[in-house]
């Protein structure tokens, strides 16, 4: 299989996760425009020398049908960019296995989340809107009909990404930006201030999720009278 440039990572991963045609017609033409555009973009200077090839060789493993790859991965997760862990959640949900398909969603959506927010470039977090919308196309809507099962995969996910060391270089998510295009230097924000970012953003997560069942409770009760 051809291997895929680092701008196509989050575009072809998002489309191997084999939404049916039905539900995703409008989607794939606009991943398909997307890597298009993205193909034709060369980074250059700093943007070159980031690394996102051991999640490139999973895609490419998963591409290829090797059943051994989920496991892999699950080995060491913190090894991998955030894309592989929303495609591997949408091939746990779709073969029966929804509480460990919505953990790595979420858990995939918090990092992602927190790597945006390392970066300068504000236009990389329509790359985490694109990634939520493609994978959570069926988790999200199972989710939300069980709030309280949410909630504890959730604070799950937020101990479990407290308790864990990123293996993965974060500023993947600046080849998902528009400074690619024209510049040479990355926006990013410095290492030291990688993790109080990433604390912040659990805080912020939690926070969205009791605000996004607080208002599913008072949707209930309306409906209830």
Known sequence: ???????????????????PAS????????TTEAAEQEQ????KG????????????????????????????LQSPNDYAPPVLYLMSAIMFD?????QGTFWYYAAQLRARSDANKSGDETTHAAVTRLN??????IGPHSLENPTRLRSIVTQVLKWDSEQS???DPRWIALQGRDVTTET??????????????????????QGLEQALTQISARQGEQAQ
């Open 133 to 138: 919308q493609q994978f959570g196309v069926r």
């Open 166 to 168: 990123r293996g993965y």
């Open 185 to 206: 230097q990355v926006n990013f924000a410095p290492r030291e201030k990688w993790q109080e970012i990433d604390a912040l953003t659990r805080n912020q997560f939690r």
């Open 95 to 99: 073969n029966d296995y929804q509480d």
């Open 40 to 43: 034709q973009v060369t980074p």
């Open 46 to 73: 700093e943007f070159a020398q980031i690394d996102v090839s051991r999640s490139r060789e999973a895609m490419d493993e998963i591409a290829d049908g090797k059943a051994d790859t989920i496991n892999k991965i």
């Open 1 to 19: 299989m051809k291997k895929l440039s680092p701008l196509l990572l989050c575009a072809l991963l998002a489309a191997c996760a084999g939404k």
């Open 23 to 30: 539900d995703t017609d409008a989607d794939t033409a606009k």
